[in-house]
Every structure is written in structure tokens, then in C-alpha cells.
């Protein structure tokens, strides 16, 4: 809003009066609004692009969702997301001295259970390439050379969110499996203080894929549908990827789910078409903003395995081997924008 100053004219020391000295000062203050609010107010009301406008596809979409088994007893407002869909939105966002993107506005759940309204943010740019998990045959949750598919104790989760990036310094990085590392060393681009100050720690959900669904009789089992919606559902779900394994993960930096990926196609043909699929590659991953950000997905697909994208922009499974990883965060409820509109001239500001 507008601010005006006026200074009254002044009392010299001998008793003379400086009317000369009077004014008044007129600028304009941009207030500071919490990010999660404005994007909110920003977003279209329908589930997808069709139709949409050049003005409507560089804001979010608002997302309405069944509750999931990990979401008992969410309201209908809870159960909204606000996402960023299609191949040019106006999400940029300058975050630890670098270009993130917003995946959308989501409602989760913080450390003591509370349900809050956060923004979640990817790295615009890799990394570099290390490995998922590279644990040993019996180290953690590993029961093979080839590493484990439990998130909680990753060794990439480690490296993120204890290791060398969430430190900002060199250190040694999994690489491949069976206990390989290599040397890394973030100290110019690992998190710095004021970005882990607006990191939320969350509730990241580690439901597996499955692969078919249970009918109303043990009989009755029929394939599930790989689409954005199953993703979501799966994802939030209670089914392990191993017996024992926990079905969340409380923590700060993690990496996209496969519905973060499917859901930015945006189009409703893209959004019912089987992610799985080739021609899901061939005609959604030029509508998709998300492709070519992510290898590797947080949802495991079974002990040693999780979602993967493939080169043709369709997903797989897969655990092997060093990919290169984009790290996602949700900013606190309390993160505040001052300045930008979310394009790549002009990214959203962050402060507390």
C-alpha cells in the first residue's frame, strides 16, 4: 500500500521557525504475505488444463482427492492440493541461493502430527549422480548387495539430510551399491542456514506400489491403473515394501513422488492415461514442466526396488546404480513472499 511520512517544519536554537524544513515523503510498501496464501488465491478451481488459458496455466490448479488410507478422518479441504500442471507455469522460486520450482501448495502433517498448508519446492538442477541406497547385504534395512527400498534409513536420505548437503561440505556420497561411495563435496552448493530456517520437517508418506487391487472377493483381483490418482492413493497407503517397514518418514529433505510427476502433465487424457505406458512418453511428457527433473522417486515398488522414469518420460522400477537426484523440501506455513510472480525472470523471494 501507499505510506506517507511528513516531517513538520523545525524549531531552530535561536527560536526561528524553518518552515522550509517541512515535507512530506509518499512510497509505496509491498507488504509480506505468507507463499502458501498467495499461491492459493492464485489457483484455477478446475482438476485440469483442459481448456485453459495462457493466464490460467501459469498458476495452479486445484487437485480434490478421496482420502487415503494414511488420511482418515481429513476434511474435504484437506484433501486439496494447489498444483503447478503443464509445460510453462510461473512457479520459479529463489531458494538457497538457486532457482527451485513449486510442485504446489500441499496440506501435510509436521513433526507433532499438526495438519498444516505448506509449499513444496524442487531443485531446478541436479545435484549430481549417486546412488538410492548402496547399504550391503545385512547393514539396516538391506537384505541384499543391491541396497533397500525403505526410505527411513536410505543412505541417500542420510546424505541429504544429515551427510554432506544438509551440512554444506565435502564428505563422501553412495554411489552404486554394495557399500560404494565416492567422494562429493558440497560446500558452495548444500543448504545454507536461511534455507534450512524455512524447511518444515514433515510427514513424507512411503506407501509401496501394488500392483494389483484386492475386489470384494479374494477372487477378484484386477490390475491396478498406473495414472496420477492411483499414485496419489498408493502412495498414502499402509501397504510395506517389506514386512516391518514404516509407511512414513519424518523428516526435512526428500525427493518427488511419482504423483508429483504425473500430475504435472495436467491435461485429463494425460492424467487417465497409464504413466506406465509408452505412449504416455509419447504424448504427455511435452505437456509435463516435471520431466526431466526427476530419475528416482521417494514410493518403493517392493524390498530393493522404487518408481523410476524412464528415458522416453514413462515410469519403471528400478533400484541400480547412480542417477542424478533434484532434492524437494516443504517450506514452513510461515515462509513469506515479498517480490516476483513465479516466472523464470521473475522468481518468488522467500523470508521469515
Not at 547393514?139 to 542420510?158: A, C, E, F, M, R
Not at 504413466?275 to 527433473?293: A, E, M, Q
Request: proline residues 3%; hydrophobic residues 30%.
Amino acid at each position: 500500500g501507499v505510506v506517507s511520512i511528513t516531517i513538520a517544519a523545525s524549531t531552530l536554537k535561536d527560536g526561528s521557525n524553518n518552515a522550509s524544513n517541512a515535507a512530506t515523503l509518499t512510497t509505496n510498501v509491498t507488504a509480506a504475505l505468507p507463499l502458501n496464501k498467495v499461491l492459493i488465491s492464485k489457483a484455477n478451481s478446475n482438476g485440469n488444463t483442459d481448456g485453459a488459458t495462457t493466464a490460467q496455466l501459469q498458476q495452479p490448479f486445484t487437485v480434490a482427492h478421496p482420502a487415503s488410507d494414511q488420511q482418515s478422518g481429513w476434511t474435504s479441504a484437506q484433501l486439496k492440493d494447489y498444483r503447478y500442471m503443464g509445460n510453462t507455469p510461473y512457479n520459479y522460486v529463489s531458494f538457497n541461493n538457486e532457482t527451485w520450482r513449486i510442485i504446489g501448495v500441499f496440506t501435510v502433517e509436521n513433526e507433532n502430527g499438526a495438519k498444516e498448508q505448506r509449499v513444496k519446492i524442487i531443485r531446478n538442477e541436479s545435484i549430481g549422480k549417486y546412488s538410492w541406497d548402496n547399504k550391503p547385504s545385512g547393514t539396516g534395512s538391506s537384505i541384499s548387495s543391491d541396497g533397500s527400498s525403505d526410505w527411513n534409513d536410505s543412505t541417500l536420505q542420510v546424505m541429504l539430510n544429515k551427510g554432506p548437503y544438509y551440512n554444506r561440505t565435502a564428505g563422501t556420497c553412495p554411489s552404486y551399491k554394495n557399500g560404494v561411495t565416492i567422494d562429493c563435496d558440497f560446500s558452495s552448493n548444500g543448504l545454507t542456514n536461511t534455507a534450512k530456517s524455512m524447511i518444515g520437517k514433515t510427514k513424507w508418506y512411503l506407501g509401496t506400489w501394488d500392483e494389483y487391487k484386492q475386489g470384494d472377493s479374494i477372487f477378484d483381483i484386477t490390475p491396478r491403473m498406473e495414472i496420477a490418482e492411483e499414485f496419489y492413493s498408493l502412495e498414502r497407503g499402509t501397504k510395506e515394501s517389506y514386512t516391518g517397514r514404516k509407511v512414513s518418514w519424518i523428516g526435512e529433505v526428500a525427493i518427488a513422488y511419482p504423483s508429483d510427476y504425473s500430475y504435472a502433465a495436467g491435461t485429463s487424457a494425460c492424467l487417465t492415461t497409464s504413466i506406465s505406458s509408452d505412449s504416455y512418453g509419447l504424448s504427455c511428457v511435452n505437456k509435463n514442466w516435471f520431466h526431466g527433473l526427476v530419475d528416482y522417486f521417494i514410493m518403493p515398488r517392493g524390498n530393493s526396488s522404487v518408481m523410476t522414469v524412464r528415458h522416453a518420460g514413462n515410469i519403471a522400477s528400478s533400484l541400480y546404480g547412480s542417477s542424478n537426484y533434484n532434492p524437494c523440501v516443504y517450506l514452513k506455513a510461515s515462509v513469506l513472499t515479498t517480490e516476483g510472480n513465479g516466472s523464470s525472470g521473475s522468481p518468488y523471494k522467500l523470508s521469515l
